[in-house]
């Protein structure tokens, strides 16, 4: 699937996506742009509609309503081949890493290189090793089972699988989910490199201190809505969460954008 780029268009967009499961409906008219070269942090609380809306990205499931765009052209994502073949990339929560295998087993895991139907263990090995270099990744040994790295080192191979088959956009599950404080930084040194590398980025996280450290706008969801795209660089921590909370959403707030706040 080709898709040819228009000038200036956000490598990812997504314009008016709603999806309902049943009675509930879990996003309403969801706004979004992901440029080249940009963190973007979602963010809201438990059921604000950031899995769904990661998954209708992802090729999981499909948005009911709403249009995405690939590089300023409307794309279909029917499953997450389709998301793959783009240049879109998802690093789950859970990893999905195979403990038994090593660390090039899983860069590789489904991507495999043969050479005359045998798989080349050599040239597998050498690309990893090139790959975990450029990101700046250092772990013992490209040949050490994963169930013996760290958790921060774990979420480095993960997302260093996810650049595997070079894509323009990743998607970032809560990566510093349950990790220390040295493996968070060595996470989010990493989220920096893609970003340097001119990739988009979207991040999900909890954690504010985090998105406040690497992001450079913040989109927050709230009850399945859009409730702000902000600026990091010109936006506070309390105006985010404020935002999440829907603490700015009020009798006062409304009564002043109606004009009536001090009228008898």
Same mark, same amino acid.
């Given at each position: 699937?080709?898709?040819?780029?228009t000038?200036?268009?956000?490598v990812?967009?997504?314009?008016?996506?709603?999806?309902?499961?049943?009675?509930v409906?879990a996003?309403?008219?969801?706004?979004l742009e992901?440029?080249?070269?940009?963190?973007?942090?979602?963010?809201?609380?438990?059921?604000?509609?950031k899995?769904?809306?990661v998954k209708s990205v992802?090729?999981v499931?499909?948005?009911?309503?709403?249009?995405?765009?690939?590089q300023?052209?409307?794309?279909t994502?029917?499953?997450p081949?389709?998301?793959q073949?783009l240049?879109?990339a998802t690093?789950?929560?859970?990893?999905?890493?195979c403990?038994?295998? !090593?660390? /090039?087993?899983?860069l590789? #895991? %489904? $991507?495999?290189?043969r050479? =005359?139907?045998?798989?080349?263990?050599?040239?597998? &090995?050498?690309?990893?090793?090139?790959?975990?270099?450029?990101?700046?990744?250092?772990?013992p040994?490209?040949?050490?089972?994963?169930?013996?790295?760290s958790?921060?080192?774990?979420?480095?191979?993960?997302?260093a699988?996810?650049?595997?088959?070079?894509?323009?956009?990743v998607i970032?599950d809560?990566?510093t989910a349950?990790l220390?404080?040295?493996?968070?930084?060595?996470?989010?040194?990493?989220?920096?490199?893609?970003?340097?590398?001119g990739?988009?980025?979207?991040?999900?996280?909890h954690?504010?201190?985090d998105?406040?450290?690497?992001a !450079?706008? /913040?989109?927050?969801?709230r #009850? %399945? $809505?859009?409730?702000?795209? =902000?600026?990091?660089?010109?936006?506070?921590?309390? &105006?985010?969460?404020?935002?999440?909370?829907?603490?700015?959403?009020?009798?006062?707030?409304?009564?002043?954008?109606?004009g009536t706040?001090?009228?008898?």
């Amino acid at each position: 699937m080709t898709v040819a780029p228009t000038a200036a268009a956000p490598v990812l967009a997504l314009r008016g996506i709603s999806k309902r499961f049943g009675a509930v409906q879990a996003l309403t008219d969801i706004e979004l742009e992901v440029p080249a070269g940009q963190v973007v942090a979602l963010v809201g609380d438990n059921g604000a509609g950031k899995s769904t809306l990661v998954k209708s990205v992802a090729g999981v499931n499909q948005p009911d309503e709403g249009v995405i765009e690939w590089q300023g052209r409307p794309v279909t994502i029917h499953r997450p081949q389709d998301a793959q073949h783009l240049g879109i990339a998802t690093v789950y929560q859970d990893l999905a890493l195979c403990d038994n295998l !090593d660390v /090039v087993g899983n860069l590789f #895991l %489904g $991507r495999e290189i043969r050479r =005359f139907g045998v798989l080349d263990e050599v040239e597998m &090995e050498k690309r990893s090793r090139e790959l975990l270099n450029t990101l700046s990744i250092r772990i013992p040994s490209v040949r050490i089972p994963i169930a013996s790295l760290s958790g921060g080192q774990r979420q480095t191979v993960a997302i260093a699988r996810s650049l595997i088959g070079e894509p323009k956009v990743v998607i970032l599950d809560e990566p510093t989910a349950a990790l220390g404080v040295e493996q968070t930084a060595q996470v989010l040194d990493l989220v920096e490199r893609l970003r340097d590398r001119g990739l988009g980025v979207i991040l999900i996280s909890h954690n504010m201190a985090d998105v406040m450290a690497v992001a !450079d706008q /913040v989109a927050v969801l709230r #009850l %399945g $809505r859009n409730n702000g795209v =902000f600026d990091r660089r010109s936006t506070s921590q309390e &105006e985010i969460i404020s935002a999440i909370t829907g603490a700015t959403d009020n009798a006062v707030t409304r009564r002043k954008a109606r004009g009536t706040e001090g009228k008898d």
